[in-house]
């Protein structure tokens, strides 16, 4: 009993955690360390060198080694306590400086083989010169950094003494610790079973002992299992690994088992010793991880990894079967208005209630996934037409359109969905997903509340507008830019005294690109604040210069984009200080901003727009009437300027809606102390009527298109009166 479990020790140590390793202590010193050498292979693994350092730590007996120069490389606490060395210094010492009669062996171990334990006892002394009566087991092996002695000792004491001691803890280690554990005769025959055996099986000694091992077989696993896990244990001694136990009473459970065998002097099979560990609590813990890292936590969908997992397996189906593989990308439209406005617990209940809907809409075998945000996927196997998505895109489209009950809130949104299939549009997951991502781009700018199915075409497209982003990151420091100006013209008198500010690039290949094609890419990469700062230091240079020229009052309007007032906001301090080296005031300069800017006043654009204020510079509201249009922005924001939209103008007629709602917002704007110009007038019969009705500014093709400075400038030489019906 006792060396079987010396020679268990060292495979239970690898798998127990910290706290119970602590009881093994008992088990090397119910023992004898001749035995666990022994047993002990003289070449191990990295792991079980670990463990068996691991359990020199909670050992009562000395455990050193040393290099074959006899040089100390590791000790125990025992062994300092016992030689009175600190573990710091070890490196320092050799064993021979303790041990008198120090055991050698005469050939070194060129390979790996099983080498003689030698026992021995001599006389030491300690540091401090205390003698020692020093008893021990020794051999030499292949360790971590290659041949080494090995020396487990300890004080003589009386044979008869430490043998009972030794019995004595090994049974107490036995009778107590946490495992189950059995021994076995040569033929499978239980001979003993421990305590926590019967709490972890609820079968008592009577029930198992004297029947065969068999009776322990679970119904979770075959014969092949059983018949391949013993012939393991008959061929190299032991088997460690997950298994099934089943109690008493039917429950199932998780359980980590490990035989291991003792052998007698001539080599026979002695014992067989089977450890039985309750993992139920780690299986769970490991099904809560694993959830946690392929399922989303807000939605209990699949998450992205999963995604891709399932794509993965689906393609390798598809292959197998010859169907096709569909694949949906689908984004809720307008979310972010929603999250932001109405909060984020409310965005958050219904993204669950979003992917309950998804849910309900697909087949079991079909995937739902959330990859982040507000976009989720979902993964339909063997198809045989690519209309076979029509029907579900319509009925997901149809639910999500639904209204949304959230608490006190009723929401309502749309969905844009794009679509792509395995293998006709790509072969690989990565590609799948952008292609579906693509189409999905396309049903929003397409109204969105819609799907549409992938083409070779977005591919180009994707392509094509990567390479204007690449190209976009260049233009600036190439000088590929320019401005513009178009006239805005006093309405009463015919005269120019504004102007608003163009961006234009001329690519070095394609030619003019037009502002509705680059502006919203530098939007997205951020590149409009640098572009930004440029136009407002150009527009103001020119202004300075016309100003000083021709027009002292001269103003030009620029253009500020929402994602400029975003994030860092604009640099005032760089942009007063670029007028101040010019020597020119804040009046010379409009800014133009839309409706939606006003919508983010909390995020600190109302104390920008103040700073506009302060400074001088005046504000305009461009595209009045087709946004968020509210008199409390008109109230809370200190606004100069109203552009009506050019929509309204285009369909003015002596009577109408149009014409009854350019009088009332000019009206309104008047009666607030605001200027109003008037955008895209193209016919005297518009320029009239406005006029009638009041409007103070207009601009647009019946006074001039936009021009170059050069151009403009011509207009200003010419005393800037602009006569309707001579616009250039």
């Known amino acids: 009993m006792v060396r079987a479990l010396c020679a268990a020790c060292l495979e239970t140590t690898i798998m127990l955690q910290q706290p119970e390793a602590d009881g093994l202590r008992h088990v090397l010193n119910a023992g004898d360390g001749v035995e666990l050498l022994r047993s002990l292979p003289s070449s191990l693994d990295r792991s079980h060198m670990l463990a068996l350092l691991r359990l020199g730590d909670f050992?009562?007996?000395?455990?050193?080694?040393?290099?074959?120069?006899?040089?100390?490389?590791?000790?125990?606490?025992?062994?300092?306590?016992?030689?009175?060395?600190?573990?710091?210094?070890?490196?320092?010492?050799?064993?021979s400086d303790f041990i008198q009669e120090l055991p050698r062996y005469p050939e070194p171990l060129e390979e790996p083989g099983k080498s003689s334990v030698l026992t021995w006892s001599s006389p030491g002394i300690r540091t401090d010169g205390i003698a020692l009566s020093l008893e021990g087991a020794s051999t030499l092996m292949i360790g971590l950094t290659g041949p080494c002695y090995l020396y487990i000792m300890r004080a003589r004491r009386a044979e008869t003494d430490e043998d009972s001691r030794q019995d004595q803890l090994a049974a107490l280690v036995y009778r107590n610790t946490s495992e189950g554990m059995l021994v076995l005769d040569p033929k499978g025959i239980i001979l003993d079973i421990n305590p926590a055996f019967v709490s972890l099986r609820g079968q008592h000694e009577s029930e198992v002992i004297g029947r065969h091992v068999r009776l322990l077989n679970s119904p979770c696993h075959d014969r092949d299992f059983y018949r391949a896990m013993w012939r393991s244990v008959i061929e190299t001694g032991s088997w460690q690994g997950e298994h099934w136990g089943q109690h008493k009473n039917g429950e199932l459970y998780p359980e980590w088992l490990s035989i291991n065998t003792s052998y007698t002097e001539e080599g026979q099979v002695y014992r067989r010793i089977m450890i039985f560990s309750n993992i139920a609590e780690i299986k769970r813990a490991e099904a809560i991880i694993w959830k946690q890292a392929n399922y989303d936590k807000l939605t209990d969908l699949p998450n992205r990894q999963m995604f891709y997992d399932r794509l993965e397996q689906s393609i390798k189906k598809s292959q197998r079967s010859g169907t096709k593989v569909g694949l949906m990308f689908l984004d809720l439209d307008r979310f972010k208005e929603i999250n932001d406005t109405l909060g984020h617990a409310i965005g958050d209940e219904l993204l669950k209630e979003a992917a309950r809907r998804l849910s309900a809409c697909v087949r079991q075998s079909d995937t739902v996934a959330r990859l982040g945000g507000d976009e989720f996927t979902v993964l339909v196997d063997d198809i045989t037409q690519k209309r076979d998505l029509d029907r579900l895109s319509k009925l997901i489209l149809l639910k999500l359109s639904e209204p949304f009950q959230l608490g006190l809130e009723t929401v309502f949104i749309s969905t844009s969905i794009g679509i792509t299939f395995y293998p006709d549009d790509g072969k690989q997951a990565e590609v799948l997903l952008n292609n579906a991502d693509q189409a999905m781009y396309v049903a929003k700018s397409e109204g969105r509340n819609r799907s549409c199915y992938f083409d070779t075409s977005m591919q180009e497209r994707a392509q094509t507008r990567m390479r204007l982003v690449n190209d976009l990151h260049l233009a600036l420091a190439q000088n590929q830019f320019s401005l513009v100006f178009q006239p805005i013209v006093e309405l009463a008198t015919g005269k120019i005294t504004k102007a608003e500010t163009l961006l234009r690039w001329q690519h070095p290949v394609r030619g003019a690109i037009p502002p509705v094609e680059f502006i919203p890419l530098a939007e997205e990469t951020g590149m409009i604040a640098a572009i930004g700062d440029w136009v407002f230091c150009e527009a103001t240079r020119q202004a300075h210069i016309w100003r000083a020229r021709y027009l002292p009052q001269m103003q030009l309007s620029v253009n500020i984009s929402p994602v400029q007032f975003r994030h860092e906001g604009i640099d005032l301090g760089f942009w007063l200080s670029h007028l101040e080296t010019m020597g020119m005031s804040g009046t010379g300069v409009t800014i133009e901003i839309t409706e939606g800017i006003l919508l983010d006043s909390n995020s600190g654009i109302t104390e920008q727009l103040k700073a506009f204020r302060n400074a001088g510079i005046q504000v305009s509201l461009d595209d009045f009437g087709t946004g968020y249009s509210s008199l409390s922005y008109l109230r809370k924001f200190n606004i100069d300027y109203l552009k009506i939209d050019q929509s309204f103008v285009s369909n003015l007629g002596d009577a109408g809606p149009d014409l009854a709602l350019c009088e009332a917002i000019i009206l309104m704007a008047h009666k607030l102390g605001l200027k109003v110009v008037a955008e895209g007038i193209e016919t005297s019969t518009?320029?009239?009527?406005?006029?009638?009705?009041?409007?103070?500014?207009?601009?647009?093709?019946?006074?001039?298109?936009?021009?170059?400075?050069?151009?403009?400038?011509?207009?200003l030489e010419d005393g800037g009166d602009i006569r309707p019906g001579h616009g250039a």
């Open 59 to 95: 050992a009562d007996d000395a455990f050193v080694a040393t290099a074959l120069d006899g040089r100390i490389t590791y000790m125990n606490r025992a062994a300092g306590r016992l030689l009175g060395i600190a573990r710091s210094a070890m490196s320092e010492s050799f064993l």
């Open 686 to 715: 518009q320029y009239e009527l406005l006029c009638k009705a009041g409007c103070d500014y207009g601009q647009g093709f019946l006074f001039s298109k936009p021009l170059s400075a050069r151009h403009f400038e011509a207009l």
